[in-house]
Every structure is written in structure tokens, then in C-alpha cells.
């Protein structure tokens, strides 16, 4: 091949590689934007589903009894997060398995990934609600909420538990649709799961009795309803039309150990990365709750509400950089793979930093949106967002490399670095600040700030030195 043609293979992105799936033929800008829009669509509605259940449990109660259930919810809200990204783990080792499958052309071992997905996100999902269930009490005592706040975020995520094995298979289900280079079906059926939970926490929350009238259970009852309905919806939709990507077949569902083990060994280092990240996030959480005066656990949860107008574009963004970074190597491109994630890169910096700049103008508007009427909540979270529009640009270096990473298999790198940075500045820093003085909920802040913009320069210096891309899946 000459060089001219080399060049132009280059400058037509992925596309000249022939990947396959949905890819093929495209321009690599396109690429990212097909591969990133549903996601991002997809991302929206998950923000819209959040606002609603906080939303709704603003207005349960009034004075000190809404300031509980909002510090329950903001709890719950945590919880939620580990939840899902505990499932995920399994979806990113389906996602690394399906995408090298799909970009190397071999769609009969893309469709056992998705089979044995299955498998292993219902093994998750089961897991998960046990360990949540059997650690309600500890997880309450740990972290220090009020009586009060206690009994409402038992309710919640007592019910909300039921919902792992639901959420486990669909994460995985999405997963290897994505990793195919479908994110539009995982969308649909995203946007099944939110309908379903909008409508029927709002029934249970202020519907007539006796289907109303439950508080913060009739919003859990919601979610488990929700992923119930979104799952029977991907497992319809998968196969569906002449341009599927992936279809169920006999041979992909059957339990196959060699193709298990490959995912799990992309998904184990993840889910050792989460469970240590939600340890220390606990922490953080204990911190806050030990802030003196009332609402800080709210406040620090709706400023995270609103900071998701941000991050949930940037994971949609990641998205697209962890597939293509994975059908590239699997067609033996590691060039086109170091592109497709810088453009990535760029794309989410640019995004997220001019939200940003939004949330730096407008925070008190945004929280107030969110907790109408509530002073105090707008005074404990409006200066947070401020923080978060300074950290924005390092937040979407982190989502991106460490996402596309992950998409290429290189779990463990993640894990070590990621682990590491956190550790020492959201556990031994933060215990410092304590120790010497409770530091208030703006410190905490600046805090995890500053461990976002250590990550961002440790992963931009790995994603340069070019090991992620040797990983093995």
C-alpha cells in the first residue's frame, strides 16, 4: 500500500477499516456522533428519571421531615450509583469482548458475548440486591444519618434492591448491543425503563389511595417497575429487523466457560475498582454527614443532580470512545484506536466545560429548581456547583481515557491508578481535614476536585505511553 493511500485510510477514520455492525462506511466524526447521540439521548432521559424522584421527594413533606427524606434520598441516590456500576462491570467486559469480535469480524463470538452476558449480569444482579440487603443497617450505621433519615432510606432501598436482577441482565443486554455498534436499541428501551419509573413512582408516591400514599417506597417501587418493563423491552428488541447487529441464538445463550472467563477477566478488575471507589465514596459521605447544622447530605446530593447535566453527556461521549477504541484493535488498528479516543476526548472537554460555565452562573436558579423554596439547600449547594465548573475539563479527561481504557480492556491499569489517587486524597486528605477541624461541605468539594484533576494528568500520561492498547480481552 503506498503512502497516499495509507494517509487517506487515515483521514477516513475507522470506516476504512471495514468494522463492523452499524459502523461501517462511515466517516470517523460520524462515527463518534452515531456512536455517542442515543447514548447521550439515553443519558438525558436517566437525568430527567432522577430529577423527577427528587422531584417527587421534595415535595412528600415539608420542614424537617423533607429535609430527612431528602438526605435519605441523597443516601439512596449513592446506593443506586454503586447499584448499576456494580452490574456494569460485567457490561464492560461484554462491551470489550463484542466490539473486538465485531471489529474482527467474527459475529459468532459477538453474539456469545451477548449470550453469556446474560448469564453473568443476572449473577451480578442477584448479587448485588443480596449484599444491599444484608447491608442496609451496616451502610445506615456507617455512614450517620439521622433517625429520621435512617427510616425513609431503609424504605427506599429496601425495595429498590429487588431491582438488581432486572438492571444486571439489561446493563449487559446494552453492553453488547453497544459494543456492536447499536446504541440506538439500547436507547429505546432506556427510554422504556424511564417512562415506566416516572409514571409509576409518581402513582405510588401521590396516586389515589390505596396505590398511592407510600413516599419514598412508592418511588422505589417505581424503579424496580421500570427496569421490569425496560428488560422485557432490549430482550424484544434484540434481532429485531434485517440490519440487526446481534440476534439470539441457541449457541450464544448456552453457557460457554471459555468465553465466561474471557469477560469476567476484563470485568473482575472493574468490579474490585467500584466496590474500593464505593468504599471511599462512603467515606466522603460519612464526612459529609458529619457536617454540623442539618441538609448537608442533600445539599451534596442535588449538587450532584445538577453536575449530571455535565458528566452523563461525557459518559454518552465515553461511550463511543470505548467502542471504537475496541473495534479498532480488533481489526488491528492501534493508530485509528489513539485517534478515535482523542477525538473523543476533545469532543467531551468542549462539552463539559461549557456546561460548565453554566452551572457557574446559574447555580442557585439550578437548585432552587430542584428544592423550591428550601434556603437552606440553596445555600449549602449553589457554591458547590461553582466548584464543579472548575473541575469540569479534568472530569472529562478522566471519563474518557479511563472509559476507553476500560473499552480496550486495560481494566487494571484503571483500577491501580484510579484506586490509588482516590484513596489518598477522598480518605487520607479528607481524614486530615477532619481530624484538625470538620471541614465544610465547599472543602469536601475542592477535595474531590483536586483528586479529578490528579487523574486527569495520570491518565492523559498513560493514554500517551500507549500500553492500553497491548491489553488482552
Not at 440486591?129 to 424504605?155: F, N, T
Not at 447487529?245 to 473482575?268: D, F, M, N, S, Y
Not at 467531551?348 to 446559574?362: E, H, N, Q
Request: include cysteine.
Amino acid at each position: 500500500m503506498s503512502a497516499g493511500t495509507e494517509e487517506s485510510e487515515v483521514r477516513r477514520g475507522v470506516a476504512g477499516l471495514r468494522l463492523g455492525g452499524r459502523l461501517g462506511g462511515l466517516s470517523l466524526g460520524r462515527q463518534v456522533f452515531v456512536l455517542a447521540l442515543w447514548p447521550l439521548l439515553e443519558q438525558v432521559m436517566t437525568f430527567l428519571v432522577s430529577f423527577t424522584d427528587l422531584f417527587l421527594a421534595g415535595r412528600i413533606a415539608e420542614g424537617a421531615e423533607r429535609v430527612a427524606i431528602l438526605d435519605a434520598m441523597g443516601l439512596s441516590g449513592y446506593v443506586a450509583w454503586f447499584f448499576n456500576i456494580l452490574q456494569g462491570a460485567v457490561a464492560t467486559g461484554v462491551l470489550a469482548l463484542v466490539s473486538r469480535a465485531t471489529g474482527g469480524g467474527d459475529r459468532a463470538l459477538a453474539e456469545r458475548g451477548l449470550g453469556q452476558g446474560v448469564w453473568l449480569g443476572l449473577a451480578a444482579g442477584c448479587g448485588s440486591m443480596v449484599l444491599l440487603l444484608a447491608g442496609v443497617p451496616l451502610l445506615l450505621r456507617w455512614v450517620g444519618l439521622s433517625p429520621a433519615a435512617c427510616v425513609e432510606a431503609e424504605q427506599y432501598l429496601r425495595v429498590m434492591a429487588l431491582s438488581g436482577p432486572f438492571s444486571g441482565v439489561m446493563l449487559a443486554i446494552n453492553a453488547a448491543l453497544r459494543g456492536a455498534g447499536d446504541t440506538r436499541t439500547p436507547f429505546l428501551a432506556m427510554i422504556v425503563v424511564n417512562v415506566a419509573n416516572v409514571l409509576l413512582s409518581w402513582a405510588f408516591v401521590f396516586g389515589p389511595g390505596p396505590l398511592g400514599g407510600h413516599g419514598v417506597a412508592g418511588i422505589a417501587v417505581g424503579t424496580v417497575g421500570g427496569w421490569i418493563c425496560g428488560l422485557a423491552a432490549v430482550v424484544l428488541l434484540v434481532g429485531r429487523g434485517p440490519e440487526a447487529v446481534l440476534r439470539w441464538t441457541r449457541a450464544g445463550v448456552l453457557p460457554h466457560p471459555g468465553t465466561l472467563r474471557r469477560i469476567v477477566r476484563v470485568g473482575v478488575p472493574q468490579s474490585v475498582e467500584i466496590g474500593c471507589m464505593w468504599l471511599i465514596h462512603s467515606y466522603g459521605l460519612r464526612v459529609i454527614t458529619a457536617i454540623e447544622g442539618e441538609g448537608s447530605l442533600g445539599s451534596h446530593i442535588l449538587a450532584i443532580r445538577i453536575e449530571s447535566m455535565s458528566f452523563l453527556p461525557g459518559f454518552a461521549i465515553g461511550t463511543a470512545a470505548a467502542t471504537l477504541a475496541g473495534q479498532s484493535l480488533g481489526a488491528g488498528s492501534r493508530e485509528l484506536a489513539v485517534k478515535a479516543v482523542r477525538l473523543c476526548w476533545l469532543a467531551a472537554v468542549l462539552l463539559m466545560s461549557g456546561i460548565g460555565l453554566c452551572f457557574a452562573t446559574c447555580n442557585e436558579w439550578l437548585i432552587g429548581l430542584m428544592a423550591p423554596g428550601s434556603g437552606l439547600h440553596i445555600s449549602m449547594a449553589a457554591p458547590l456547583l461553582v466548584v464543579c465548573a472548575v473541575a469540569q475539563p479534568f472530569f472529562a479527561t478522566c471519563i474518557v481515557l479511563k472509559t476507553s481504557m476500560r473499552g480496550a480492556g486495560a481494566t487494571g491499569s484503571v483500577l491501580r491508578w484510579s484506586f490509588g489517587s482516590m484513596f489518598f486524597h477522598r480518605v487520607i486528605v479528607l481524614s486530615l481535614m477532619s481530624h484538625f477541624g470538620t471541614p465544610t461541605l465547599v472543602w469536601v468539594w475542592i477535595v474531590f476536585s483536586i483528586d479529578q484533576i490528579v487523574q486527569a494528568a495520570v491518565f492523559a500520561r498513560l493514554h500517551f505511553r500507549g500500553t492500553w492498547l497491548d491489553a488482552r480481552v
